[in-house]
């Protein structure tokens, strides 16, 4: 695997030459760093300076590249710098003397990154999971790795309509078990008081009126594979104890039968709820949650990842209109879709999208007309577009701070510029999304990092 280095050590802190041969010896292929800067990287240091986190948010394109910094010893992390390189966007922090082969423990990181990314990229995910925001390609790279290269339980958790329950189908699709049994998908919302044990445990032919045949439960047929429970927070309390023993012990008993039964199921769960405000108010078993949560995956708003709707819209449209070439949209279409609010977020979008796709006829581009009629607009609907009262919020929690006009003006420039960097990939791209020239854009950044300094 080839991988950059940099170095930003003394010559007596740390020998290139050794450390070139140790990780040639570990597998990679490394070479100084250039620009642009192509894969993973290897930064080393001898302490976490402004600079070095200017390098390392540049470079790994805050956190969308994989770039592991190595201190030259322990002292290289003083005064809480591990904490401040992961901010900037690195994917680890180790130093060169942590063990007698670093070089191995390098190596082992890179590969491992490498197969999460290149499943991420796979066919498979990018179709479930549509979206190139940095926050949401960092959602699915831990959706990838949990899946991957665990069975442990996941809690999925998220706003309604983010997609919960697309991610737990995509974890069970990833899941590396062998001989991995099926997907069994149980919806707490839809289960009959009166005969929950049932749909979970089964019972005996005999055991309550109607039950006229043997019935297998919910752990039966997930036995070997996934059980995947959506809105968990609907579950009665009686229902969480007998579902936190099951998974404890690996052992239920059917409906009207003495029979212990065993099974083992790899468990996701989902809820749009706090379980932990739930479990404080007393709706949630404590001790159940974190057997649930073993890894926890929560999934962004819409709004959010407010970048990711052209991708979606597209997406959806393919879905809308099979084997036609997807339409483009009239500016006023584009304009509502992207600056609407979604409540629904991915689910009312998509169901929008439908609608409007199920509307449109003839190969030209989308208008206003194919918009059913109570979706659209009225009389100054883009006032408040962007500008909400979150903003106005965090503005006047920044103006009672003592932060002036011109500081808010710099910070506000500097973090869309990161944004529309990190998202276009190049900053020709990011300066014509942000209307100003490149040279315009390379002074504003070269004089956001001499202020870091």
Not at 18 to 27: C, K, N, S, T, W
Not at 426 to 449: C, E, M
């Amino acid at each position: 695997m080839r991988v950059w280095t940099q170095f930003q050590t003394s010559g007596e802190s740390i020998d290139r030459v050794a450390v070139g041969r140790a990780l040639v010896e570990a597998g990679l292929d490394p070479f100084e760093e250039q620009s642009p800067r192509v894969g993973p990287g290897l930064v080393f240091f001898d302490a976490v300076s402004p600079e070095l986190c200017g390098f390392v948010r540049e470079s790994s394109r805050d956190g969308l590249k994989r770039v592991l910094a190595v201190g030259s010893s322990r002292s290289a992390l003083a005064g809480g710098g591990p904490w401040r390189l992961l901010s900037a966007g690195a994917a680890d922090v180790l130093t060169w003397d942590h063990s007698g082969n670093p070089a191995a423990e390098i190596a082992a990181r890179l590969r491992r990154w490498e197969t999460v990314d290149a499943l991420a990229e796979s066919r498979r995910v990018q179709e479930t999971l549509v979206g190139r925001s940095p926050l949401w390609i960092r959602t699915v790279r831990q959706v990838v790795e949990v899946a991957h290269f665990t069975d442990a339980a996941v809690l999925i958790t998220g706003e309604s309509g983010t997609g919960k329950e697309l991610v737990a189908r995509l974890i069970h699709a990833l899941d590396a078990r062998e001989r991995k049994g099926e997907l069994v998908v149980l919806d707490c919302t839809t289960v009959v008081p009166t005969l929950s044990g049932s749909e979970f445990f089964g019972h005996e032919r005999g055991a309550f009126t109607g039950a006229v045949v043997a019935r297998d439960g919910a752990f039966a047929a997930a036995d070997g594979g996934t059980l995947f429970l959506d809105e968990i927070g609907d579950l009665p309390l009686q229902l969480q104890a007998e579902l936190l023993r099951v998974t404890q012990e690996g052992m239920y008993k059917r409906v009207g039968s003495n029979v212990w039964r065993k099974t083992s199921f790899r468990l996701l769960c989902a809820t749009n709820r706090d379980l932990l405000q739930e479990a404080s108010d007393g709706h949630f078993r404590k001790d159940l949650y974190y057997r649930i949560a073993a890894w926890h995956c929560h999934l962004p708003s819409l709004r959010e990842r407010a970048g990711d709707i052209p991708l979606l819209i597209r997406h959806f449209l393919n879905d809308a209109r099979p084997g036609d070439e997807t339409p483009t949209l009239d500016e006023a279409v584009a304009e509502l879709l992207l600056t609407r609010a979604y409540p629904g977020n991915v689910r009312e979008l998509r169901h929008l999208v439908a609608r409007i796709g199920g509307r449109h006829e003839g190969p030209g581009p989308i208008t206003v007309g194919d918009v059913p009629p109570e979706e659209r607009p009225t009389v100054d609907w883009r006032g408040a577009a962007w500008h909400d009262e979150g903003f106005e919020e965090r503005i006047r929690q920044a103006l009672a701070r003592g932060v002036t006009l011109r500081e808010l003006s710099r910070v506000v420039s500097e973090i869309a510029i990161r944004i529309a960097v990190a998202e276009e990939g190049s900053l020709r791209r990011a300066a014509n999304r942000l209307g100003v020239t490149d040279r315009a854009l390379q002074l504003r950044k070269a004089s956001g990092r001499n202020r870091s300094a």
